[in-house]
Each structure stands twice: as C-alpha cells, then as structure tokens.
C-alpha cells in the first residue's frame, strides 16, 4: 500500500534526519524532493502545493529552529500535515431512523457489490441488522453477485429478478425491512462506464424517495487523480457523505486518499484492503499517515488480532506452551490463527519500518512455506499430530505422498517442531525454577 509514494519519502527522511541546524533553503531542498513524491504518486498539484507551503510555514518557525533534533521536529510537521490532509479523524456513518439508509453509487467496476457485502458484514458485526437491496437494474449479474455474497455473509438480501423500476424496488424493500426487523437498507446501485445523465438522474429520484443518512461514493484507488474528479461530479449531484476507498491493497501511489479530502471536503470512511469478505476497515487518517511515512499501524494490527484470536484459546495454548504439551495439532492452530489476520506483507508493513523489511525479505516465499507445513500436518492422522514420536519411516512416506512434498522437507518439519517442543519445556522448568526461589525470597530476607 503506497510502496512507492512511502520509499521516496523515506529516503527524504534519511536526509531530514541528520540536519544539525535548521534552515530556509535545507528546508526547502527537502521539501522539494517531499512535493515531487507527492506530484510522482498523483496527488491533485493543488493540493500538493499547499500541503508543501503549510509544512515550510511551520517548519522555519522558532519551534523548529530551537529544537534539539531539527530534522525529527520536521518529520512530526509533515506527519501532522498528512493526518490533517487525510481528514484529521475517522468520520464514522452516521445513521439514524429505522431503517436507515445507505446508497451504494459509483462507476462500473468500482467494487460497489463487494463494497456493498463487506459494509453488511461490518454493521452485522456492530449489532445491526442490515439488509442488502439490489438495486442495479442493468446488470443482471449484479444481482446473482450480491445474491452470492449475502449467502456467504449469512444476511438477508432484496432481490426482485425482472424488475426495472428501481423505484419500485426501493418501496418493496423498506416494506420488506420493516417486516422482517432489518434495520438498515443498504442499496447496491447501478454503475455505468462513465458518469452520464440517466444515471444521475435516476439515483436523485432513488434519493428523494429513500432520504438516505449516508451516500458512499465507492471509488478504485488505483484510478488515482480521475477518482477525485469522479468523486467530485457526484459530489455536485447527489450530495454524497463520504467515500469508500476499494483496491487499496494494489495502490503503490496513492493520489486518491492524498487528494480526496481536500478537493471534495467529504471524508473517506472506509477503505478495501484486499479481495476477502473481511479485508475492509474504517478509514483512520492518522494510521493512514503513519503506513506511508514507514511508522506502521500497530493499532489496527491489535485490533486485527483481537478480532481474529479467540482469548480463552490462546490462554489454553499458552499453559499447554508453559507444560511443554504443545502438538502439531495445537501448532496447525496457530498456522490457521496467522492466515485469519492477513497476508505477511500486510502484517509486517504495519510493523514500524516494516516497509524496508518487505523490500528485503520475500515474504512469498514464507507464506508457501507455511502453506507446505499446513498441507503436511493435515495429511496426518489425528493421533500421529498428537504423537509425532509414532511417524515411522512408512508413516513419513504416506504423508509426504499426501501433501506432495518430498519426505526430507516432512523431516525438516518434525526436526523444527521437535527443537521447538524443546525449548518449551525448558522454559516451563525455568519459570517453574524462577517461582520457588520467588516464593522462598522473603523468608530469606527476614533472616
């Protein structure tokens, strides 16, 4: 995300880093490489120009001058100036009535059905009941899509297969809503290749009859500067509420999310990170920041983790860890637990300076490799996972054939997790070690 944009900034950064004293035309040298990232990662020049003009004001104030690390004081300026130019906080949806209403709107090939799903499935966990309306009356495979999508999610959908009125849909679907408790209608509508008329003027009307709380404007990242002026011309006509961000995972430049807040005034509420169900978060312009200035994003990481690992599992794995019973069961859990939080590159990219780690490390590599020692656990039987110290060499073989590697990767495994077995259980007895001496400390200190 952003790889290109957060290396040049990076790289101007090294050099901010070892200014010892502050002034106009230093400031302004690396400034200008800042603007010319900005320009290269299609960021609107306007906005790029004030962005530039805003950091240099602050940046040869007295506070900057009298600092004790100059440069650091200058990377805080541009790190402010960026959460400010992103929206300053996360704008949440604001929905009220029962039901509410949210309009899906776009141009064709935005995500706008994907998006749709993901939003459901976010508000359902939130507590919501929502209900998804299809709303495209020109795509039939919209329809079949979100149909598809709410059967994954397990949520209700509204579909009226024939139907052209999109009108008469909307109606039906709020009767529908209110019958069945659904309290918020989300209205997947139709997209075209461009921005023409007929569509415009159709989502009005939608509009007027529905009175929605919010109008997402569901947007590619990867169009850059075009999105902004997309955002822009439905902005004028619909009066949209925020943006959704989709493909955001593939941006390597990110204009659109520079851009957007400042040209449009309408904040970005949600961004897509990726092609699963669950890759979709709220759009936070601090984290954001932080990501393209190679900070990382350990609070979204957290928050990934707690959503993904259940706590009285991982307190149960960290006792049998402690006593030294950990399996290849247990440790085929734990491979599974890491899928549920991403990809590696987008784990580590928001680790501080995990940016520079990605560039030096393939982490497609590990990955397959994880995915080898998840097809050779699986191959085995429940008791041999429970009891590897039973894999004979007619075992191995049987299990390599399963999982189509070759019987010394098997054995590589089996070493590792043997070593790792290891190593447990002498922690256990240290720590077991470290709490009798604990408990016979104070009695030692009386005397």
Do not use: W
């Amino acid at each position: 995300m952003f790889d290109s944009l957060s290396g040049k900034l990076q790289n101007v950064f090294k050099n901010l880093r070892g200014l010892g004293k502050i002034s106009e035309t230093n400031v302004s040298d690396s400034l200008r490489e800042v603007r010319l990232a900005l320009l290269d990662a299609d960021v609107n020049f306007k906005v790029a120009r004030d962005f530039i003009e805003s950091v240099k004001q602050k940046a040869i104030g007295a506070e900057v001058v009298q600092s004790i690390q100059p440069g650091q004081q200058i990377i805080k300026i541009i790190h402010d100036e960026l959460v400010n130019l992103l929206g300053a906080s996360n704008a949440a949806l604001e929905l009220s009535g029962n039901p509410a209403c949210i309009l899906m709107v776009g141009l064709h090939g935005s995500g706008k059905t994907t998006s749709s799903g993901k939003l459901a499935r976010l508000l359902n966990k939130q507590g919501r009941l929502p209900l998804l309306v299809a709303a495209d009356v020109y795509r039939p495979a919209a329809m079949d899509q979100l149909a598809t999508l709410a059967q994954q999610l397990e949520l209700p959908v509204f579909v009226k297969k024939g139907e052209t009125d999109v009108l008469r849909i909307a109606r039906e679907a709020l009767d529908f809503a209110r019958a069945n408790n659904r309290n918020t209608l989300i209205f997947d509508t139709a997209g075209r290749l461009q921005i023409d008329e007929p569509l415009v003027h159709e989502l009005v009307r939608l509009r007027d009859l529905v009175k929605p709380q919010e109008i997402l404007l569901v947007l590619d990242a990867a169009t850059g500067q075009e999105a902004v002026n997309v955002a822009t011309h439905f902005d004028q006509a619909l009066k949209i509420t925020g943006s959704i961000l989709t493909k955001l995972d593939g941006d390597a430049r990110g204009g659109a999310a520079l851009s957007m807040k400042s040209v449009t005034g309408k904040p970005i509420k949600f961004m897509g990170v990726g092609e699963k169900l669950d890759d979709f978060e709220p759009f936070h312009p601090e984290r954001m920041a932080s990501r393209i200035l190679g900070m990382g994003d350990v609070i979204s990481l957290v928050e990934r983790a707690a959503e993904a690992v259940d706590l009285e599992d991982a307190k149960r794995m960290e006792e049998k860890m402690r006593k030294g019973q950990f399996t290849l069961e247990d440790f085929l859990e734990q491979l599974r637990q890491m899928k549920k939080l991403g990809s590696l590159e987008s784990i580590v990219g928001m680790l501080p300076g995990g940016s520079d780690m990605i560039k030096g490390a393939d982490l497609s590599k590990s990955e397959k490799e994880f995915r080898r020692m998840e097809g050779m656990i699986c191959a085995m039987t429940f008791q041999e996972r429970r009891n590897p110290q039973i894999l004979n060499a007619k075992r191995r073989v049987r299990i390599a054939k399963g999982s189509g590697v070759s019987v010394a990767e098997l054995n590589n495994l089996l070493n590792r997790f043997g070593q790792m077995q290891q190593m447990m259980r002498k922690m256990g007895k240290f720590q077991k070690m470290m709490a009798k001496m604990g408990g016979g400390m104070p009695g030692m200190l009386r005397r």
